[in-house]
């Protein structure tokens, strides 16, 4: 048992291969930090345990691989069916299906067996007894797959409102349909503008569109280069509507000599915002979207050495970015709206993890 001050974060040492369940009164928001050849890395902790789980941006090509690990946090055992899902539809392997994951236990599974050979593939898990939660490593481990709950997985409308373009060479659009109905969707693409007499930047309301169709089971890539690299913009703001069915799906930004970036599509909007990072990280801006125009908004930033929070409130005029002030030694930072909407990290020092917003979400 651990008691935390309003608004105060704390580090429990744990080993690995083990289910951790946190719970709290009034609920927190958790991350795991997980340190592995000389890099860290910071992940949301599932809000809740699922029965529907879909984990995209898997790379099973040459010299590179993937696992998916199932977890029951729950006091009995969850049957689980693991399925390949990718261009060619949902693949169902006799081997992967009816897993049994016992309470408290975690089950691996070799994702590169499943799906081999695909840059960009997919996993769709579902309980048929019980409830899992699901995580996804790669090897090497430059850029870690996409998880999404089913309770939130798939939604009508998916945003991503800053999807950097530093160095980029290639864009592209993966959209997944678990469901048995044809989907077709909009793809908008909008650049960033610098707004007159301030350091801010705004979305643009002139922006380019891609259709598409996402068939049953199974996932569409759809090349978003055209529409990003050629742009004078840092960085793009893509949304996606859906019709005839929902949707999830991510942005993946090839990069000159680096990794692969995976940026999701938000599946919900929501009025806080919770940003873990290591200490001495520096957080230069925010980019906000899907809701953000009229929203009064207060960022608190929560410094590691300090004991103590930086805070101050601003008014949202439309999509777009606005600085902090960038205090090195962010522990945390706290977002609030007035209004649901989405937000992102635009610029990070060392790097953060991602944002997950808590409470009633829409």
């Known amino acids: 048992h651990l008691s935390l001050m309003p608004r105060a974060v704390a580090q429990l040492p744990q080993r690995s291969g083990r289910v951790v369940v946190v719970k709290g009164r009034g609920g927190v928001a958790a991350f795991s930090e997980v340190r592995a050849g000389g890099s860290t890395q910071l992940v949301p902790c599932a809000s809740t345990a699922s029965d ?4 995209l941006g898997f790379d099973t090509t040459v010299g590179a691989g993937g696992r998916l690990a199932s ?27 009816g897993i049994v994951v ?17 840059s960009l593939g997919g996993v769709e898990v579902l309980a048929k007894n019980g ?10 481990a430059s850029s870690q797959p996409v998880v999404l709950s089913g309770q939130a997985a798939q939604t009508l409308a998916l945003r991503a409102p800053w999807v950097p373009l530093s160095g980029a060479r290639d864009v592209v659009a993966e959209l997944a349909n678990p469901g048995s109905s044809v989907v077709s969707a909009s793809i908008r693409v909008a650049q960033y503008v610098s707004a007159p007499g301030t350091p801010a930047a705004v979305v643009s309301h002139h922006g380019s569109s891609v259709r ?17 690299v050629s742009v004078s ?16 799906g991510l942005i993946t930004v090839e990069r000159a000599g680096s990794p692969w970036l995976f940026v999701p599509l ?7 915002w919770i940003l873990a990072c290591d200490p001495g990280t520096r957080v230069a801006s925010l980019a906000f979207s899907d809701g953000a125009m009229g929203s009064q908004v207060t960022l608190s930033e929560h410094l590691a050495d300090r004991g103590r929070a930086v805070t101050f409130s601003t008014s949202l005029l439309q ?23 989405v937000t992102a990290p635009v610029e990070t020092t060392p790097s953060c993890g991602e944002m997950i917003g808590v409470g009633p979400t829409r």
Not at 103 to 111: A, E, W
Not at 235 to 242: F, K, N
Not at 324 to 341: C, F, K, M
Request: glycine letters at 12%; aromatic letters at 2%; hydrophobic letters at 40%.
């Open 233 to 248: 913009s840092d960085a793009v703001d893509v949304a996606v509507r859906a019709a005839g069915g929902a949707l999830s």
């Open 131 to 140: 409830r899992v939660v699901v995580s996804g490593v790669t090897t090497p």
């Open 266 to 272: 938000e599946q919900v909007r929501a009025q806080t």
């Open 71 to 97: 977890a029951d946090p729950g006091a009995t055992s969850a049957v689980v069916d693991v399925s390949p899902i990718g261009p060619s539809g949902t693949t169902v392997l006799a081997a992967d299906q």
């Open 52 to 55: 529907t789980w879909l984990l």
């Open 319 to 341: 999509d777009g970015t606005i600085g902090l002030p960038s205090h090195e030694g962010v522990a945390w930072l706290e977002v609030t709206s007035s209004n649901p909407l």
């Open 102 to 118: 016992g309470p408290g236990s975690v089950v691996s599974l070799d994702v590169g067996s499943l799906e081999p050979g695909e």
């Open 212 to 228: 598409v169709v996402v068939p049953p089971g199974s996932t569409v890539t759809v090349p978003l280069t055209a529409e990003t």
